[in-house]
Nanobody
Framework: QVQMVESGGNLVQAGGSLRLSCATSGRFTSIEAMGWHRQAPGKQRELVAAISTGGDTTYADSVRGRFTISRDNAKNTVYLQMNSLKPEDTAVYYC?????????????WGQGTQVTVSS
């Protein structure tokens, strides 16, 4: 059974920084792309950033230049460094990954961590 557990969410003032972490555990063969999504109240879940196994990154326009995604393959962990936070970044942040278990690939999600940015 695969588990993804986020940590690092908190209440922060506008202009501040947070670092989110997401550790993957359980029995699996390999992890492919990893990413972060977020969902604000009344809005659809949206992609924030993604990173390939080789380190190629993709960012939403709204966070490019402020957020940085990274991964530690040895620790099966993905990170999201968030700087210059704005009130509109307030949301529940979810990590996800495409994971191989033997010959089957699936999309796995964490339970979410709350990020609140006060003005």
């Amino acid at each position: 059974q695969v588990q993804m557990v986020e940590s690092g969410g908190n209440l922060v003032q506008a202009g501040g920084s947070l670092r989110l972490s997401c550790a993957t555990s359980g029995r699996f063969t390999s992890i492919e792309a990893m990413g972060w999504h977020r969902q604000a109240p009344g809005k659809q879940r949206e992609l924030v950033a993604a990173i390939s196994t080789g380190g190629d990154t993709t960012y939403a326009d709204s966070v490019r230049g402020r957020f940085t995604i990274s991964r530690d393959n040895a620790k099966n962990t993905v990170y999201l460094q968030m700087n210059s936070l704005k009130p509109e970044d307030t949301a529940v942040y979810y990590c996800n990954a495409r994971i191989w278990i033997n010959w089957a690939q699936g999309n796995y999600w964490g339970q979410g961590t709350q990020v609140t940015v006060s003005s």
